[in-house]
């Protein structure tokens, strides 16, 4: 899941965002009904980290590679013989607003899913009308060599029944309550090997090579797109060979954090055992409420970033300003509470459609 969190700190792909949107086909197409789930870091034409973040000047670029890498995805579908296609956004970018795919340059042939509430893709896109799942534009698994190499977000390496888990590895074991395989993959050549490992009968989709988590080598477009295009036409067309994961009795999770402390913020949500200075474990009887504590736990991680505000504020050409607020606030909210700024109120907001990850 990819991830607003996910901040970090060099090729970029010339090109549009691939096939234009297709003349809608009648909506009730024969064939198996598929969900794709799309991250950003995984995508063709991205090569840095600050290319999938909301507000950065490239971003606008990579929803175009964005929309361009799905279309390919659906354009395979559709020739493999699918059905229904419906698209979810699993990529936290930090666009609240809209998704990062341009909806109105995605192939007519899919629809998006929005729902009334906010809702995490992982638990809620997939039920029990699908057949088939589809990820595109994934990552590694935290700890690994990939681009932007982690686990829904900056802090936790996530272990599961002591198997390491991808971001595509949550969706595989979400999936499995209603026997949905994941059948086909796009991202990068470390999560190649990952995906195999771990499913190895799934179409894997090759669109750049890792040079480390800060950077990627990439593929031209065309051949990314095309790469993803044949995994899924593949994928549909051998959808009979696919089998969901096994729903297992228990789940024990073990989640390793990036220092002591993130670790003993963690801890204090209840529940969970300290094997060590950073890892916690503990036992649900399924996934999805082991999944949801673990969410839980690494909120409380991330309030170890706070510390680089300072920093962050230091390097700032505005820091003798902001250090002068700061510090009239800290006396204001100490002598004279009743004159506290107050933070505008916010207008009255529309019934708003809910994306997915944001």
Known sequence: ????????????????????????EPAHRAGPKVLVYYDMEGISGVSRPLEVLFGQP??????????????????GLVAGGAGEIVVTDAHGSGNSEEPDILLD???????????????????????????????????????TPGFMAHTVTVEPAYRVNGVWLTETSIVARSAARYGIPVIMVSGDDVLRAQIA????????????????????????????????????ETAVRKLASFTPLAVATSYRFEMSYLNKLE??????????????????????PDFISGYEKSTAMTSMAGLDR??????????????????????????????EPEKMPKPPAAPAAAKKKFHGDS
């Open 1 to 24: 899941m990819s991830i607003v969190a996910f901040s970090l700190v060099s090729l970029v792909l010339v090109g549009g965002p691939g096939p234009a949107p297709r003349v809608p």
């Open 58 to 75: 490239e971003y606008p670029h990579s929803r175009e590679l964005l929309t361009g890498d799905v279309n390919a995805a659906i354009e």
């Open 105 to 143: 340059r995605m192939d007519k042939r899919a629809t998006f899913l929005f729902k009334d509430h906010p809702f995490d893709p992982y638990v809620e896109a997939p039920d029990s009308s699908y057949q088939a799942i589809v990820c595109i534009g994934m990552h590694a698994r935290a700890a």
């Open 197 to 232: 490992e771990e499913f190895p009968k799934v179409e894997y989709a090759v669109v750049k090579a890792a040079d480390g988590r800060a950077h990627a080598n990439l593929l031209p477009e065309a051949t990314a797109r095309a790469n993803i295009r044949r995994a899924a």
């Open 263 to 284: 670790a003993d913020l963690a801890s204090s949500v209840p529940g969970s055992e300290r094997v060590d200075s950073v890892t916690l474990v503990y036992t649900t």
């Open 306 to 335: 706070l510390r680089l505000w300072p920093r962050a504020v230091a390097t700032s050409p505005a820091a003798k300003a902001i250090r002068a607020e700061y510090l009239s606030m800290v006396i204001t909210n100490w002598l």
